[in-house]
Structures are given as C-alpha cells and as structure tokens.
C-alpha cells in the first residue's frame, strides 16, 4: 500500500490510523532515509497510543531505546542506527519488549530476529514536507 504524505500532519495523521490499529506483541518496522520521518512517525503513534498530545518522545539515538507506558502495553522505541555487536539487542531488552509493541527504526539491524508479522512502513522524500510511505504487512487489518 503507497500513501502519499503532503505535509508532516499527513505523517501524523497516518501514525494515528496506525495506533488505533495496533496491540500488544505488534512490531512496526519504520525504513528510510535520515530525515525521512521515521522518528516524527514514531512519536506521533506513541503520542497517539499514549492518548496523550504533549507526550515527550525524543529520539533515542543515543539510548537506543525509549519506554512507554500507554493505556494498552508498554511501548519501545528503538532506533538501531548504532547498535553494535549481535548480543546489543538482548541487552537493550528486545525479548521483553516484545511482548509489548515495538517501533523500529533502522530494523535492518535486527537481522534474522525481525519479526514475522510485523508492519514495515518505508518512508521516502517526495519534497521539502512530502513523502511516500510504502506499507507491507498487517493483511486485513488495516
Ligand atoms: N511529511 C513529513 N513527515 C515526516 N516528517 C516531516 C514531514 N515533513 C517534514 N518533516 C520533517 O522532517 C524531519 C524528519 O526527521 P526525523 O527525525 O523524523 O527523521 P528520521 O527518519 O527519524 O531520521 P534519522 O534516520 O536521523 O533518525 C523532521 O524535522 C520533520 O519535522
Ligand atoms: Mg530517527
């Protein structure tokens, strides 16, 4: 499924769709470029699951890996861009995350432990504030 993003509210407005859709032991795969969104899309559905607008999502580029508590599951946050080493992903506490929902971004990274099932969502620039989203995954759920 291709969507077209006009504006960083389309963006928004796609992450919310999403949230509304999502439930626990769901891992959503968010590909693209730097700069692409992935991030804007993350906090947007954290923000959206979280029912709450003012949530503070920042990126975890640094952590790695960011907790949520929402109304449905605890939701993580990852952003594999410096992951290193093969046993990286247990430490950040993939298993147990996994039982919540994960977004992903730079899932590459997870190699053979990406999940079956999950939403891949690849973002691409289409302009100054447009992009492209391509979806796969979630067949009749969405
Ligand atoms: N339609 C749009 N969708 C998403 N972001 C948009 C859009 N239009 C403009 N932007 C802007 O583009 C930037 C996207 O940055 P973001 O950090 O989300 O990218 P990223 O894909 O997570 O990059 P990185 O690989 O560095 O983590 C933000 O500044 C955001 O406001
Ligand atoms: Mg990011």
Known sequence: MRIALEN??????????LAAAARPGDA??????????????ARAFLRALADDPALEVPSPTFTLVQT???????????????????????????????????LVEWPDRLGPLAPDGALRV?????????????????????
């Open 8 to 17: 960083l509210a389309a963006t928004e407005a796609l992450a919310a769709r």
């Open 122 to 142: 690849a973002l691409h620039h289409a302009g100054e504030e447009a992009r492209v989203a391509e979806l796969s995954g979630w067949e009749g759920r969405l």
């Open 68 to 102: 949520y508590p929402t109304p449905r599951c605890e939701a993580f946050h990852f952003d594999l861009y410096r992951l290193t080493g093969p046993g990286g992903l247990h430490e950040l506490g993939w298993e147990e995350a996994r039982a919540g929902i994960v």
């Open 28 to 41: 959503l795969l968010f590909d693209g470029p730097l700069g692409a969104g992935k991030s804007a899309l």
